[in-house]
């Protein structure tokens, strides 16, 4: 059976031209030939003219999706073997991890399909009635390509709704422990690909938790730690006495003069809030920070975070806190405005602090996601500055704000300009030290600002009262 032909409308925009993949019910013209759910068919211009070929969806308002820039038959298994291979080399080149997304969907030429790897097992999402009905001939691809011992289907997103599809989990081959061991940076994390969130963890981020590396070191002089040269005492050779030797060697002394013996007398001290699982926490011990807070509103994600600090034996330097986060942040604030208004003359001392009011050289924020819809961005815009706002306020003075937002609808200059309003409210200079979207596991394609959803930054945070 000839493959059936979508015309466009004349005058639409010439999205696909540009790059972007997907083609709306609102832009086709007519479409000929006998078609089937899922079925792939050639895109043409309302002259005629070829484009592209992709799969078809009558029900979605993405009807068509671009699987190719050239006439294909059908995505069989050459088409899929090469295409994953394609994916695995992108990946060997760039991703130092053998854990790693390994299919980002649209950016990999493979609309639908989300494939991440942890250990030896595969974590698929389906999310396209496209991908959906080839599942058999991209199973085989899969394990002929990555060879791995399992592969486990997360297909429970409520975008397959939008595709007439339902949601589906469950073993697809081999063998799938529902906990398994990863590493990420040199660290050891444990994921839940059963009941973690999304496939159970999120590589994106992956460089932007080692990007903070820098901020880790250099606080003990704001605590009167300075390093010091002492002589060592040494053995003269036969004779049991001893000597002072006239070089000795640089060792961290306080105030008193007495050596600090803590080995983290340089490190940072450091908050972190919708922890999840601690994978921040786990890169800022591990680049030396002095202490960690570690926050997340579930029980069962701290709990996580926690084993996943003892495999990396950092348990001395990190406390748990089960709380919300836009609560915990204004407790905090509310602590510290208390203090300073107990400091001025006349203020009654007598009555109970109702916040503790503790600061950090560094707080870091990574929400999940508070704008799913266009409609949501406004109160989106609120979330964020709450936050951030309140965040840099619990920040040490010349210390550091590490903020992210992964809501696509939430655009990178509106995300800064809402951090640049809450940074006037709460009396702030920010300098931007870094500016980073998701990682190289996840390529962004040009032209398609849905990929572009994850923004992170770096701030120095400054008193205007200070300056």
Known sequence: MSKATVWLQRGRKKRLENGHPWVYASEIDRVEGETQPGGIVDIVTHKGQYLATGYYNPQSQIMVRTVS??????????????????????????????D???????????????????????????LTLGMDIRRDVLLEALIDVFQPKGIYERSDVGVRQLEGLEKRTGVMYGE???????????????????????????????????SIEPLMKGWGSRSGIRLERRAADVELAGSGAQQSSETGELVPVNANGKVVTFPYWDGATVLECFAHTGSFTLHACK?????????????????????????????DRVEFVVADAFDYLRTQVKGIEERELRSKAG????????????????????????????????????????????????????????????????????FLETIQEAAADAGK??????????????????????GHYLKFAIFEVRSKLQL
């Open 69 to 98: 820039y050239k006439p294909i038959e059908e995505m069989d298994a050459a088409f899929f073997h090469e295409r994953l291979e394609q994916c695995a080399a992108h990946r060997s080149r760039f991703v130092a991890d053998s």
């Open 100 to 126: 790693c997304r390994l299919v980002y969907g649209e950016a990999d030429f493979l609309p639908g399909l989300t494939v991440d790897r942890f250990g030896d097992v595969l974590v698929v999402q389906l």
């Open 176 to 210: 799938c422990p529902p906990i398994i061991e990863i590493e990420e940076n040199g660290l050891k994390l444990e994921v839940d690909i059963v009941e973690g969130q999304k496939t159970g963890y999120f590589y994106d981020q992956r460089e932007n938790r080692a």
């Open 287 to 315: 680049y030396g920070a002095k202490k960690v807070t570690c926050l997340d509103v579930s029980e069962h994600a701290i709990d996580t975070a926690r084993r996943n600090v003892e495999r990396n034996g950092f348990t």
């Open 347 to 414: 203020t009654d001392t007598s009555k109970k602090l109702e916040g503790s009011g503790r600061t950090w050289d560094v707080v870091i924020l990574d929400p999940p996601a508070f704008a799913k819809t266009k409609s949501a961005v406004a109160g989106a815009c609120r979330g964020y500055k709450d936050i951030n706002l309140h965040g840099m306020k619990l920040v040490n003075e010349g210390g550091y704000l590490v903020t992210a937002s992964c809501s696509y609808h939430m655009r990178p200059d509106l």
């Open 429 to 450: 200079l920010l300098r931007l030290v870094e500016w980073r979207a998701a990682g190289k596991d996840h390529p962004q394609l040009l032209g398609v600002n849905e």
